[in-house]
């Protein structure tokens, strides 16, 4: 069975420093990775995602990914957070081909220090 | 052109009552999914329609059901409430043969 790991639950950073979250997923094969955003009160919104090719995925909001498949990870990053960065996000891994039903990670809550 | 859209938005509800939450998908979008976010369990799935079929579900009892109509509008029950279905029920849609789910902004279930 697929799983997703978020080992950090909060991450707190200054604006203007930069960002890394992390993401561990168990699959057998290669699979589809994404990292979505949650704003308080609203729904989630795909920041990115990889299903094949080009290992560093360019997202939304200045955001990339890179997915290491020797570690099992897909890491976001951002060079310089804005106030407005601070959310929950959340990995998720889905099985290529089929019916797409993603598996989400716990989340990791982003705090932005001015 | 209009994203996944879910009414009501709040709802507060008592033990033992049953709730109905409606999602309308995007246009062309056949395949909605539903979720379950609480602060301890994560995001959890639910179940997902495809052309008025069930064609997945998740791990929750028979109390949640739901179905999806010809327009691909979906409707999630949950009868016989319980105090820990408080959450935030959030649907999802994709199209057809897409690995990609455009998220509402969720319905927040209160059960009192």
């Known amino acids: 069975a697929q799983s997703v790991t978020q080992p950090d639950i909060h991450i707190t950073v200054s604006e203007g420093a930069s960002l890394e979250l992390r993401c561990n997923y168990s699959y057998g094969a290669t699979p589809y990775l994404f990292w979505y955003v949650q704003s308080p009160g609203q729904g989630l919104q795909l920041l990115l995602k990889y299903f094949s090719g080009d290992t560093l995925v360019q997202g939304i909001k200045g955001f990339e990914a890179e997915f290491k498949r020797s570690q099992s990870s897909f890491n976001l990053r951002k060079p310089s957070v804005h106030w407005s960065d601070a959310a929950e996000y959340f990995c998720a891994v889905g099985s290529p081909g089929g019916s797409y039903i993603p598996t989400f990670g716990r989340g990791t809550s982003l705090i932005v220090h001015p | 052109k209009a994203g996944v859209t879910q009414t009501p938005r709040y709802l507060i509800k008592t033990r033992g009552q049953q709730v109905t939450l409606s999602c309308s998908p995007i246009s062309g979008h056949r395949s909605v999914s539903w979720y379950q976010q609480t602060p301890g369990q994560g995001l959890q799935f639910l179940f997902e329609y495809f052309s008025e079929t069930q064609r997945n579900k998740g791990n929750f009892p028979g109390r949640f059901s739901g179905r999806q109509f010809s327009n691909s509008r979906s409707e999630m029950n949950v009868s016989t409430l319980e105090l820990g279905d408080s959450a935030l029920y959030l649907c999802?849609?994709?199209?057809?043969?897409?690995?990609?789910?455009?998220f509402g902004p969720g319905t927040r279930l209160t059960v009192l």
């Open positions: 999802a849609s994709s199209r057809p043969g897409a690995d990609e789910q455009f």
